[in-house]
């Protein structure tokens, strides 16, 4: 039987960008040297996934395709994926439909431009496709996507629909469908720990993400996703101020993160999510319905 399809993404936004910093107005010079370190932070990352023969999707803001063209050529040159993160990182909870319609065109025009290639896939910042926000569905059908990667189903703070499914399923907008690809969890009981990277890969021991990907394997349609950001390879970065619990979300284990990401390429073959995309869509996908009235969200069954 052959093995199933490990995903593995990279989120590239300079460090300022992250949620946890937002209303922090970061120094100019602190935002220059955070781009840089971005640039070569990434740029590492493609000569390591060089020498373990992998590939990855990376998950690019549009404004970075702007100030650094030479390093979406050179993700695209390394045979790896481009896809869109927005056009500068903003939860999809601060637009309209016709604001964040505005906002994925734009990045994947830009993307598009400077890579040479059409632009499949989609990831909103922070995870921000939730059931607030189930009009993003119709929005990204409409703008041409093929599929999504923003529904994480567990219980966060910030982001989450708990309920939605753990393997690749048709996530339903209002009047549209799209592939989604969840990141990774770990169902323990009644509930999904999440465990598909950032600080989840950082905090937990790696013997907790290995658990993930094996129950993955055993659901079909199977496709586990894996997402990680540049600037968690960078421990020596300036850190940003931020409060107790966000700072130890953001900085948590990360002199470990390179360490662990060698031995997860050494143990894994991992590949871009468009290679996949076809063949789930043909698999008889589960059908979902992410996009809720208003008046019925926050209603359950």
Not at 24 to 53: F, G, I, Q, V
Not at 89 to 108: E, I, N, W
Not at 137 to 159: C, E, K, N, Q
């Amino acid at each position: 039987m052959p093995a199933k399809p490990i995903l593995l993404s990279f989120d590239v936004e300079e460090h300022h960008r992250i949620e946890a910093a937002v209303g922090y107005d970061c120094p100019l010079p602190l935002r220059k040297e955070y781009a840089t370190r971005m640039e070569t932070s990434t740029l590492r990352l493609l000569d390591l996934l060089a020498e373990k023969n992998a590939t990855a999707t990376f998950f690019i803001v549009g404004q970075i395709a702007i100030s650094h063209p030479q390093l979406i050529r050179a993700i695209h040159a390394g045979g790896h994926e481009i896809a869109s993160h927005g056009w500068d990182h903003q939860r999809v909870h601060r637009f309209t439909p016709a604001t964040f319609l505005d906002d994925v065109r734009r990045s994947k025009d830009t993307l598009e431009q400077i890579a040479g290639v059409e632009i499949h896939g989609y990831r909103a910042p922070t995870f921000s496709v939730v059931r607030e926000t189930g009009w993003a569905i119709d929005v990204l059908a409409s703008a041409g996507f093929s599929y999504d990667s923003s529904i994480f189903p567990v219980r966060h703070d910030r982001y989450g629909i708990s309920d939605a499914p753990r393997m690749p399923f048709w996530a339903l907008g209002r009047e549209a469908r799209l592939l989604e690809i969840p990141p990774v969890t770990l169902r323990m009981g009644r509930f999904n720990l999440p465990v598909a990277g950032g600080g989840y890969f950082r905090l937990f021991p790696l013997g907790i993400l290995e658990a993930g990907l094996r129950q993955a394997a055993r659901l079909e349609p199977s496709a586990a996703m894996l997402y990680f950001h540049p600037w968690e390879f960078d421990p020596s970065q300036p850190r940003l101020p931020l409060g107790r619990v966000s700072k130890f979300r953001t900085y948590v284990g990360i002199g470990r993160s390179s360490s662990r990401l060698r031995k997860l390429l050494a143990r894994h073959r991992f590949t871009r999510a468009i290679d996949v995309v076809n063949t789930l869509r043909d698999s008889g996908l589960s059908e979902y319905r992410v996009y809720q009235e208003p008046a019925l969200q926050g209603v359950t069954s």
